[in-house]
């Protein structure tokens, strides 16, 4: 999935402002084909728009996702009543080693 360009949505506003600002103090009358090409910016604008929401909603709840499953593996693994061990720390007790963070060699 490609990522969307973060300033496609203001660049698509500010080139409508642009465009609404040459007619500025001035009467306006849209034509069918101007109204229609009109419907097709906001309709382009409001895609971009809804790519960025998604990409930020994925990657928010990845990330909620990884925070909250990694303070439930944390949690099991320092509980001292837990039978779930860390590999490495395992490999270190089972040389005779201090598993890594405790001071010893791992």
Not at 9 to 25: C, K, P, R, T, Y
Not at 40 to 62: G, M
């Amino acid at each position: 999935m490609t990522k969307s360009n973060p300033f496609a949505v203001s660049d698509g506003i500010h080139d409508l402002e642009q465009q609404a600002m040459a007619f500025a103090g001035q009467t306006v009358q849209l034509s069918s084909d101007d109204t229609a090409e009109l419907y097709q910016s906001l309709h382009e604008l409001r895609i971009k728009a809804r790519c960025l929401e998604t990409e930020l909603s994925r990657e928010t709840w990845n990330r909620n996702a990884f925070e909250e499953q990694s303070a439930r593996l944390r949690a099991v693994l320092e509980d001292p009543s837990s039978n779930v061990i860390n590999v490495p720390d395992w490999a270190a007790r089972k040389a005779g080693m201090k598993p890594a963070g405790t001071g010893g060699a791992a």
